[in-house]
């Protein structure tokens, strides 16, 4: 079964508004880290937020992580229709050992932002 | 400019002719792994590498083979590819296993007839 599971799987929006993506995850980890993939192209790293964090931000993202929740969200404020893509949640196993460096991916949310 | 590159883009090939999908990085990264991404299942890991020499199965590795002989290149090899393993295959790789961000190549879309 798949670490990530976000939601919705789905999301549609005007631009300018706000996105918010959410992702929950079942065992413990280090960190959590967002990728945007744009159709059928590669994972483009967005954010990365580690165990000890509750809230970072870069540029028009934000990203919290309630880790005794198990969960995490994905801001997306003023957006444009270039942020158009699948929103991918990916955690690491915690803990050592030759499996620590497999990223786990949840099924992703698919945002639509109309101009 | 740090990247990840992959070969070809895209591939159409017959049951049971093997083909390897290369990949390259650039960064000095120690960790790099493959995934493929199938629709409803997500990305799933096939084999990753903590180092040269150093490989081992992800979560889907039957009838899939890699080998690190350099620290820049992974290829994936298919030797005899089958229908089931059409699907868009990425190449990744970082500085950290897990603790660092990953660098994800443009993908490899293969369709085996």
């Known amino acids: 079964s798949q670490q990530g599971e976000e939601d919705p799987q789905a999301l549609s929006i005007q631009e300018g508004e706000n996105a918010t993506m959410n992702c929950s995850y079942k065992t413990s980890i280090n960190n959590l880290q967002w990728y945007r993939q744009n159709s059928g192209r590669g994972l483009v790293h967005l954010i990365l937020?580690?165990?000890?964090?509750r809230e970072k931000h870069s540029g028009r993202l934000r990203v919290t992580l309630d880790t005794s929740k198990k969960s995490s969200s994905l801001l997306i404020t003023a957006s444009r229709a270039a942020d158009t893509a699948s929103y991918f949640c990916?955690?690491?196993?915690?803990?050592?050992?030759?499996?620590?460096?497999?990223?786990?991916f949840g099924q992703g949310t698919i945002l639509t932002v109309h101009p | 400019e740090a990247q990840v590159t992959q070969n070809p883009r895209y591939l159409i090939t017959v049951t049971g002719k093997k083909l390897t999908v290369t990949c390259s990085q650039n960064m000095n990264h120690e960790y790099m792994s493959w995934y493929r991404q199938d629709p409803g299942l997500g990305l799933r890991q096939i084999y990753y590498s903590m180092n040269v020499e150093v490989t081992d199965k992800g979560d889907v590795p039957e009838g899939y083979k890699v080998s690190r002989k350099e620290k820049r290149n992974f290829p994936l090899i298919l030797e005899s590819p089958s229908p089931n393993q059409t699907s868009l295959y990425f190449c990744?790789?970082?500085?950290?296993?897990?603790?660092?961000?990953?660098?994800f190549g443009q993908g490899t879309r293969l369709t085996v007839v």
């Open positions: 990744a790789s970082s500085s950290v296993a897990g603790g660092t961000e990953a660098f």
């Open positions: 990916a955690t690491p196993p915690r803990g050592g050992g030759t499996s620590y460096g497999k990223l786990t």
């Open positions: 937020i580690r165990s000890n964090e």
